[in-house]
């Protein structure tokens, strides 16, 4: 179908009738807004030049878009102007052949979103009941009926819809039954109709925009407090896709594709083979009255019985797990540049959905997808167990070590979520999951991060979703309208009483759910001091599971910093040192502080002094660095140097403290006094004041405190790093005994057991009650900040700090 330039006429400031406007024969609605969009995106109409001279019939100048009151007033609603947008107005590029006649003006197809439904308008206009006289909603679409859940959904199966609303407008719709209107914020009835189609006659839904009552603030309260378990508990989310983001429904069609071609091959993966591999022929095999059932180690090199071996033709299994692969990292890339996934709210309802149906708003051959979320998870576990299993022995090549494999893997993971599948990481069993890293023939669930049983336990639920979606909720920027909707839309799913207000600053919202987690005694680490201007990397920055930045493979460690005070040190790094005029955190009784007696601190360097601070790195940093599992950390490290912002670099310093512990291992040899090295990064006008070590109450980390008029303010918090496990806060309880495990992450393409061994640290540092009147800092003979000298400094010390060296845990 084609729209043709007398279309025009619409835009014009003068009232036009309701008939003219929507154009029955057409058979759809057309949506000016977009068309006007469409004609200047391909170049049919232009911004006017300065100077140009106007013709009366080419130039559109300011006119309105027009829309209709659906109040039943009848008037246009003005919903665009054109010098909004194109200031001098617009011209047509190519001028109509008869300007008077638009039957030979020119022909433009329209944009794809106007062509999303070809429906009669009136079918979109209507319920055959409602919530005042069924307590539900029932919409006529084709032969049958769609019927809307009005409230909570409760003892009946339904599927949630979720979409990007966009700008609404209040859509009518009269019951046929009580002759009630209900109105419906919505962006068009368009598109009202299409997600009624996308949910499918005969199918009982949730649908935000009118099971809500949008009316009733008490109804919206008690239903967005809940929204986690509608969207939960649905049998299927619907997802609507907006008209831009067309490149996103093209990608999860080719990946559920690939996912689903692959597990049309299980035997592939079963029995390890490949079509057209040459396999060893095993003739008893061949012959009636043989074992039925292949040894493993059989298996593993691909001696197959014949009989076990359907051939499916086409391309190579292997090459379709690589093409998976690749597509899945180009929906990850992309992930910030389709809308749907930018919107805040969104969220959950992708995240928490037992499975996905999608199709896009502008498709005209109204493709639908289902079953997303479930086929491309279960083609991840069956590429990921089968290189587990098969090792170097696989026959489906992957390009892909075992070790890279599970990275793939926690991908998939965090951009399709299965909550009551994935285990957090306080329900990792350690122990089996490093003997299934070592042998996953005997079963890889801990190495997947996958539980077979439901939870059963409300807190064992509310942490899991907690900790599982705060890490997808990273997997992309989101934004929304009011900042405390960035906080209200994964607290909600979780469910977390707070006090919400949409007017409050990310900073409020933050805090108010982080107090109602502490309610319910669960620790949330602080790891830099909150900064209003940079708040994302003070927290949304540490509340997913960070990559180990100096493992060859780039592995996770398990748990999100926030949770578990363990970080990756060039994150770390990079985030301290990129605040500039922080909000220090005022102590108070909540957080009440003890100086930890024996600790020396220094100003070591600007962090503009390069080689001087990665001088003082070769001390701090413990553990082994520089083999076939880790890179150095240094070379992370002097790569975010390079890249500070001079501000930053500048005004920031590495501060180097040493502090006094009495070693508790087992072992009555190593008893004795030791010096435990850890740093901070803080502003220099800060450090200047002077610096104390305490221990702050409230999660019982170590820290660096300023006092100013009897008020103390917290300004770093203090850290231990090391090149195999990490970047650690450095806790201990109200007595002063600390109990650090270093865990290094586990590798099934390990090549050196040695390596994969825990060291811990048990010691005891002395606390003082009440942090002195003057601070701790060096002498002025010792505070060094010319190059070199710092780490001549440091290097004063190795006589006490050769003593500090982390134990192997030999019990496991």
């Avoid at 170097?392 to 993971?413: D, H, P």
């Avoid at 960035?486 to 108010?512: G, N, Q």
């Avoid at 363990?566 to 770390?572: P, Q």
């Amino acid at each position: 179908m084609n729209y043709s330039m007398d279309y025009i006429r619409f835009w014009r400031p003068e009232p036009v009738n309701r008939d003219e406007f929507l154009r029955p024969s057409l058979g759809q609605i057309v949506d000016l807004h977009e068309m006007i969009m469409h004609m200047a995106r391909q170049k049919y109409v232009r911004p006017k030049e300065d100077n140009e001279e106007d013709k009366p019939w080419e130039k559109l100048s300011s006119a309105f878009f027009l829309d209709f009151d659906p109040s039943g007033g009848g008037g246009p609603v003005p919903s665009f102007r054109i010098s909004d947008y194109f200031p001098r107005g617009l011209v047509y590029n190519i001028p109509p052949r008869s300007p008077s006649n638009s039957s030979s003006a020119l022909q433009i197809s329209p944009p794809p979103s106007l062509a999303m439904s070809n429906f009669d308008p009136t079918e979109a206009s209507y319920l055959l009941c409602c919530r005042a006289c069924k307590g539900r909603f029932e919409y006529p679409l084709g032969k049958g009926v769609v019927t809307i859940v009005a409230g909570v959904p409760k003892g009946v199966s339904y599927k949630a819809v979720s979409y990007v609303w966009g700008k609404t407008y209040p859509l009518r719709l009269s019951c046929q039954n009580c002759t009630s209107i209900t109105t419906v914020p919505m962006q068009s009835p368009a598109k009202f109709h299409r997600l009624m189609a996308l949910a499918g006659t005969g199918n009982t839904i949730w649908l935000d925009a009118i099971s809500i009552d949008q009316s009733d603030h008490s109804d919206i309260a008690a239903q967005v407090a809940v929204m986690g378990t509608i969207y939960s508990n649905a049998t299927c989310v619907s997802v609507l896709l907006p008209s831009s983001d067309e490149e996103a429904f093209s990608r999860l069609r080719d990946l559920s594709d690939l996912a689903q071609q692959l597990l049309n091959r299980p035997e592939h993966f079963k029995w390890n083979y490949e079509d057209n591999d040459e396999l060893e022929r095993v003739e008893s095999w061949d012959e009636s009255g043989v074992p039925n059932i292949p040894l493993a180690g059989d298996l593993i090199l691909g001696r197959v019985p014949r009989r076990l071996r359907p051939l499916y033709g086409g391309a190579t299994t292997g090459s379709l797990c690589k093409r998976y692969y690749h597509e899945l990292e180009l929906f990850k890339d992309r992930l910030d540049t389709w809308q749907y996934w930018r919107r805040a709210w969104t969220f959950q309802e992708w995240a928490l959905a037992g499975d996905i149906e999608i199709t896009w708003e502008s498709d005209v051959k109204f493709q639908r997808i289902e079953r997303v979320k479930s086929t491309i998870v279960l083609a991840a576990i069956t590429i990921t167990k089968y290189k587990l299993r098969a090792g170097q022995y696989a026959k489906i090549k992957l390009g892909l070590s075992r070790g890279e494999v599970i990275r793939n893997f926690n991908t998939v993971k965090r951009l399709f979520p299965y909550e009551h599948v994935i285990l957090y990481h306080e329900e990792l069993d350690k122990e089996v999951l490093k003997f299934q890293t070592s042998l996953p023939n005997y079963g890889c669930s801990q190495v997947l991060g996958l539980r077979s049983n439901p939870r059963t336990d409300d807190r064992e639920k509310f942490l899991a979703r907690l900790n599982i979606m705060l890490n997808a909720f990273g997997s992309s920027k989101r934004e929304a309208r009011f900042d405390a909707d960035l906080v209200c839309c994964w607290a909600s799913m979780c469910e977390i009483d707070y006090e919400y207000r949409k007017d409050d600053s990310l900073s409020t919202a933050l805090k108010k759910v982080e107090t109602a987690l502490r309610r319910r005694e669960i620790k949330i680490f602080d790891f830099v001091v909150r900064s209003e201007t940079d708040l994302a990397h003070s927290f949304f920055d540490y509340a997913k599971e960070h990559i180990q930045s100096n493992s060859t493979n780039k592995t996770e460690f398990h748990g999100a910093p926030i949770f578990t005070g363990r970080a990756d040190t060039a994150v770390h790094f990079r985030n301290s040192a990129m605040l500039v005029n922080p909000t220090y955190i005022i102590a108070d009784p909540e957080r009440p502080l003890q100086e930890v007696i024996g600790a020396t601190v220094g100003i070591i360097s600007e962090l503009s002094d390069v080689e001087n601070v990665l001088e003082i790195f070769d001390v701090l940093i413990s553990g082994a660095g520089g083999n076939f599992m880790f890179s150095p950390l240094q070379d992370e490290i002097k790569q975010v140097l390079l890249s500070l912002p001079d501000e930053a670099s500048i005004n920031n310093v590495l501060v180097f403290t040493l502090i006094s512990a009495e070693d508790l291992h087992l072992d009555p040899e190593a008893h004795g006094t030791l010096m435990l090295p850890a740093w901070a990064i803080c502003s220099k006008e800060m450090a200047k004041r002077g610096l104390l070590i305490v221990r702050e109450g409230m999660n019982g980390t170590l820290a660096l405190v300023v006092e100013e008029m009897n008020i103390h303010h917290l300004v770093a918090f203090l850290t231990i790093s090391d090149q195999q496990s990490g970047t650690y806060l450095i806790r201990t309880d109200i007595e002063g005994n600390i109990n650090l495990l270093l865990e290094t992450p586990q590798r099934s393409d390990m090549m050196n057991d040695q390596m994969m061994l825990d060291r811990w640290f048990r010691g005891s540092i002395k606390l003082r009650s009440e942090p002195r009147a003057e601070a701790l800092s060096l002498p002025k003979s010792q505070e060094r900040k010319g190059k070199g000298k710092a780490a001549n400094f440091v290097r004063n010390t190795q006589d006490k700090l050769k003593r500090f060296s982390f134990k192997k845990d030999k019990a496991k």
